[in-house]
């Protein structure tokens, strides 16, 4: 029977049973962190190898260049071989960064905020106020990005193909302070759909009306699938460079969630002239980035089908995982009507949405049952999420047994929340 | 016979002479590039155990925490320690970043330009303009990051007790836009000097119009000695706490001529509350930095000791090239009164100041003839040398055998140059 289908005394005892289920788990005493997209110690282990892979002896790139030493300043060859075709560009459209993706997209912003782009008339900086799009929910620590800097954030809602391109295209042809925009585009963080190809399509057609606009496509999750039958995303730079707008987007990626969270490659792809660009200000930051860290990236996996294959080990220990949020969700939650939330082919999270009003409660009542999950809002602008109602769920950190425990807890946390609106309204 | 002292037949001769011998050396095809303060491939020796010395299996650091995952932004513990001490600071004075010194210092001025410090009314790209004191001849990348933001940078004169302290304290005290000044005090990039405890207090006294000023202390070669009686420099940050202005100072150091250039770690030392203000704004620009080098640092130096004891390996390596260079000018130029130098008790570098006039000219015999020097006039704000004399002498990559070769094409270089000069007049 569905929640919403029963009467105030059914409900009453339901959230009874509920309450005295949730004392009974809390008792347990359960300590369990979810809050982050963590890959799993197994996972970690699959890379291992790298961290012996490069000793003194076989130290020098293939260009013959001691990798030990300083020089190269956007990514030795075989690095840039081997990340090029993950985020779906050439040897030169792309550089290869620090440790992280997150670092290379806010340097860029800052980059732009000082100095501006190449199209830019002046620094974003030298405005009053810039704006940013934000589809929603969508990753935390891209709106904190914004949020630090000052930059308007305007919330823009996703559906099922991607953001609403409606939207998307009237702001950015009205308003030449909107200069870039935020995309997860693939199994995005946290809803797990992937774009469109009309999406993309659409993306490459834009005619904004700041001429320095920019596509932030963070691709994290481009290669990572959790099943077979995964789904496809169309090149976003070849398809701007159909319509002559190539210099419209930065790509970015990271091994962060392929080899190690925190020692992996990140890297931007983009137009050559947007690469160059980047390059002359980027001479002045570094002299450049840990190339033996690149190297051992290169001789661990070779090339992309390495890569690609390292992923399938990934899936599989983290498809379980996956499965088992569902499968609890569908048994405890489905039948009761309450809530809704994606299957998602790959990415690292299950996005939850709960009746309105809920996702609070939700949270906070895991959180006195021992689990830690993202903050209620967190995938939202200024962590406002308008009806409360989504929680980003990330099953890949813990064991599968520790998984249906808090699931468990978070499908009786579900049942309270929705019973007390109900018996509210 | 000093040149000065030769009449006009003598000096031509002595002209024709030398460029027999360029013309002599030229036909020997040598190919050396002197141009950076580049470690040697004996002394990246030194740390190739650092590259094996961390696996799957001990990649915990002493907290228990899996280094191969997300998380810590400021550093692990053991990294901190390690670092620490060698910039004099404790361990709550001090964020362990990534590879690189020279980007923390770039990343902290671009977070002042778009934030602000924390003792900032207005970001500092909220003026029209900031200004920034150069110690020259100083280090070319530091004035390039002001050139490439639009800073506008003064020239203090670098004497044998660091810069005119004199010159210092009235702009600092005068004019609330200037806002930083760069320093090396120890073993000056080029001149090799270290600042005297004298200079080092009245930086310490320093009382700016702005609030929001900041010495950028860059301690690069704050362990580089090259002989037991080597210099001593004066704790900046307990001067300053001392005079109550422990806010007045970033220390900023690296491993990158300890172990690795380009794969080793950068750190900066601060006040606490600026470390806190740092992290502050830190925390948008990154999860965290490279926790497995952190623990390769940590594991392989164990402490500030093991640092020390590898300086001094390096100091066997590099010192006969140092001692190779002043032989030479000693041998070549001093008993012909070309130019003069200062014999560094440390550092990467021997400054050479030859007479007025000839250090473009030098640099490019030079470089025809097959050795590649810093470019004349590098070593001052916007590349211009206002006497045209300073040439930076880097000897720590070439073996020694080179060296001699290289130094033996620059006394030529010197030679002709002055006497061209001196014929000219």
């Not at 199994?187 to 993306?203: K, L, M, Q, W």
């Amino acid at each position: 029977m569905k929640l919403s289908e029963m009467n105030k005394d059914n409900l009453s005892d339901f959230l009874d049973e509920a309450k005295t289920q949730y004392e009974a788990f809390k008792s347990q005493g359960l300590k369990l962190d979810m809050s982050r997209g963590k890959p799993s110690p197994a996972q970690l282990d699959l890379s291992n190898d790298m961290l012996t892979c490069i000793n003194g002896d076989c130290i020098k790139s293939e260009s013959g260049l001691d990798c030990r030493n300083y020089g190269v300043l956007d990514g030795i060859d075989e690095a840039k071989r081997l990340l090029a075709p993950m985020l779906g560009v050439n040897i030169n459209e792309v550089i290869v960064g620090g440790n992280s993706s997150l670092q290379l997209m806010y340097d860029t912003i800052m980059k732009a905020m000082v100095l501006g782009t190449k199209d830019s008339d002046k620094p974003w900086g030298k405005y009053d106020k810039i704006k940013w799009l934000c589809p929603a929910p969508g990753y935390d620590r891209h709106f904190a990005i914004c949020e630090s800097l000052g930059i308007e954030m305007i919330t823009i809602p996703m559906n099922s193909e991607g953001p609403d391109m409606d939207m998307v295209e009237k702001l950015v042809s009205e308003d030449e302070t909107v200069k870039g925009i935020w995309c997860v585009p693939m199994y995005a963080n946290p809803t797990g759909i992937t774009y469109s190809d009309e999406v993309v399509r659409r993306f490459a057609a834009l005619s904004p009306a700041a001429k320095d606009f920019r596509i932030f496509w963070d691709n994290a999750y481009c290669v990572h699938h959790l099943c077979d039958d995964h789904d496809k995303l169309l090149n976003i730079l070849d398809e701007c460079k159909k319509t002559g707008k190539q210099d419209m987007v930065y790509i970015f990626a990271s091994t962060s969630k392929i080899s190690f969270s925190g020692s992996g490659l990140a890297a931007i792809g983009a137009s050559e002239a947007n690469i160059n660009a980047l390059k002359k200000q980027l001479a002045f930051q570094t002299i450049g980035f840990d190339k033996i860290n690149q190297l051992r990236h290169a001789r661990f996996f070779k090339d992309f089908d390495g890569i690609k294959a390292q992923m399938r080990r990934h899936m599989e220990i983290i498809k379980p995982k996956f499965d088992m949020v569902i499968k609890m969700l569908n048994s405890e939650l489905k039948p009761l009507g309450i809530g809704s939330w994606h299957e998602p082919k790959g990415g690292y999270f299950i996005s939850f949405d709960g009746p309105a009003n809920t996702a609070k409660r939700i949270v906070s009542l895991c959180k006195d049952g021992g689990v830690v999950l993202t903050g209620a809002g967190a995938s939202y602008p200024y962590g406002k999420d308008p009806e409360d109602k989504n929680i980003r769920i990330a099953p890949t950190y813990p064991s599968v047994d520790e998984l249906e425990k808090a699931m468990e807890l978070f499908c009786i946390a579900a049942k309270i929340a929705a019973a007390e609106k109900l018996l509210e309204g």
